[in-house]
C-alpha cells in the first residue's frame, strides 16, 4: 500500500480538505458578483483580524514579492533603509535593496540568536531612517524577532516605516499592526494559513500609504499600491486578473481562523512548539533557536552526534514525513520541522514517532516511544 505523504516543511504546509474544496471549484470570472462580493469580505476580514487602519493588498505571487513590494511602495533610491536580520531571509533583504538603490545598514544576529532591542535603538540615533526592516520567523534559524518590543521602540521615531517580514508567522504569531506600530506587514498563502502557494498579502498602516503618495510614479508596475488599490477597493475592477479559486481558498482558511479564534489559534501554536520541542530534545536534538527566541511555527534540529542528514531524512521520506534541511553553515548538519497552519494532533503524534523510527534505523541509541511520550504529556 502506497504511503500518505505528510508535509512538515516550513511551508508549504498541508492542505485541508475543505480548503482543498475551494481550489478544486470551477472558476469563474473576476467579475461574477459572488466572487466580488467574497473578494471584498476577504478583504475586509484581513483588515480587521490584523488590526490594519490602512489597507490590504492580496495579489498572486509568492512572500519574495510581498518583501519587494513592501519595499517598492515605501522607499526610494537615495533612502536609508536599517535590515534587522536574523538568518537567511532576513539577509534577503539587502539583495532587494541594492537593486532598488537603497542605502542599508545591517544589523546580523549570531544563527539562533535575535539582534537585540537595545542595538537596534542605538543605531536609530545614528542617522535618520526611511524605514526599517525585520523578519518575524526566519526559517533558516527558527528565531522568532521580538516585533512588539521593537514596535514599543519604533513609536519613539515616527518619521521611519516599521516593515515585518511575516511570511513563516502571521496567523501563527501574535501580530497585531496599530498595537504594535507596523507600518507594513507581508505573507503568504501557504505557511501558517495552510493554503497552497500563490498569494501574497501586503498590509499598509494609514502611514504607509501616505508614504506611497509622497513617492509619486513608481518604476514597478505589477506590485505598484496604486496599481491594485481601486480592485481593493472594489474587486470588480480590473488591474490584472485575481487568482480566484486562490481566493476562495484563502477566504475558507479565515473561517477557519475565524472559527477557531485568532488568540486560540496563536495559544495552540505556542503549545504545539513546545510540545514537538521537547519530545525532539528527549530524543537527543539541539535546538538552533536558543530557548527565549523559538518560533511557535517551525523547528530547526540539530542531529545527534553520528547522524547522516541525507540517510535520515531518506529515512523519514520513506514513510511519508517530508522535512527540509538546512540552510548555509547548517546543510547537512539538521532538518528544519514545520507545525504550523492547520495540522492536528494526528500528524504531530506520526511525526514524532516517524522520527523515532528513523533515529533507530539509523542506528542511534533511540529508546522507541519516548518522544511519542513527551509529547503526549505536553499536549494534554
Given at each position: 500500500m502506497k504511503t500518505r505523504k505528510l508535509l512538515m516543511i516550513p511551508g508549504p504546509t498541508p492542505v485541508v480538505r475543505s480548503i482543498q474544496d475551494q481550489m478544486g471549484r470551477e472558476t469563474v470570472a473576476f467579475g461574477d458578483p459572488?466572487?466580488?462580493?467574497?473578494f471584498k469580505e476577504l478583504v475586509e476580514d484581513l483588515k480587521a483580524m490584523f488590526d490594519c487602519n490602512g489597507e490590504v493588498f492580496v495579489v498572486a505571487g509568492t512572500g519574495t514579492m510581498g518583501m519587494e513590494m513592501a519595499i517598492a511602495n515605501t522607499l526610494k533610491k537615495g533612502d536609508n533603509l536599517l535590515?534587522?536580520?536574523h538568518g537567511f531571509f532576513g539577509d534577503r533583504f539587502i539583495e532587494l535593496c541594492e537593486r532598488k538603490g537603497l542605502n542599508a545598514d545591517i544589523l546580523s544576529s549570531e544563527w539562533g540568536e535575535i539582534v537585540p532591542v537595545e542595538e537596534i535603538e542605538e543605531k536609530l540615533k545614528e542617522k535618520k531612517y526611511a524605514a526599517i526592516t525585520v523578519t518575524h520567523v526566519d526559517t533558516s534559524?527558527?528565531?522568532c524577532a521580538p516585533i512588539s518590543e521593537i514596535g514599543e521602540l519604533m513609536k519613539k521615531h515616527p518619521e521611519t516605516l516599521y516593515i515585518v517580514d511575516g511570511v513563516c508567522a502571521t496567523a501563527g504569531?501574535?501580530?497585531?499592526?496599530?498595537?504594535?506600530?507596523i507600518d507594513v506587514l507581508l505573507t503568504g498563502t501557504q505557511k501558517a494559513f495552510g493554503v497552497a502557494p500563490g498569494l501574497t498579502m501586503v498590509w499598509a498602516s494609514k502611514k504607509a500609504m501616505d508614504r506611497r503618495k509622497e513617492l509619486g510614479v513608481v518604476?514597478?508596475?505589477y506590485i505598484d499600491f496604486d496599481k491594485w488599490l481601486p480592485v481593493m477597493k472594489d474587486p470588480s475592477k480590473y488591474y490584472a486578473t485575481p487568482a480566484v479559486n486562490m481566493i476562495w481558498a484563502l477566504q475558507e482558511s479565515v473561517r477557519i481562523i475565524k472559527e477557531e479564534g485568532l488568540e486560540n489559534r496563536y495559544d495552540r501554536h505556542r503549545k504545539v512548539a513546545d510540545a514537538m520541542q521537547a519530545a525532539l530534545e528527549a530524543l537527543g536534538f539541539k535546538i538552533l533557536a536558543k530557548e527565549h527566541c523559538r518560533a511557535s511555527t517551525l523547528s530547526n534540529l540539530i542531529y545527534p552526534e553520528g547522524i547522516d542528514d541525507a540517510k535520515f531524512r531518506g529515512l523519514l521520506a520513506e514513510e511519508g514525513i517530508v522535512v527540509a534541511g538546512g540552510l548555509g553553515a547548517y546543510a547537512g548538519k539538521m532538518f528544519r520541522l514545520g507545525h504550523m497552519g492547520n495540522i492536528d494532533k494526528h500528524d504531530?503524534?506520526?511525526v514524532i514517532a516517524t522520527i523515532e523510527r528513523a533515529l533507530y534505523r539509523a542506528g542511534a541509541p533511540v529508546e522507541l516511544g519516548k518522544g511519542v511520550g513527551v509529547l503526549q504529556k505536553h499536549l494534554v
Open positions: 459572488d466572487f466580488v462580493k467574497d535590515i534587522v536580520s534559524t527558527g528565531v504569531e501574535p501580530e497585531y499592526m496599530e498595537e504594535m506600530g518604476s514597478e508596475y504531530l503524534v506520526s
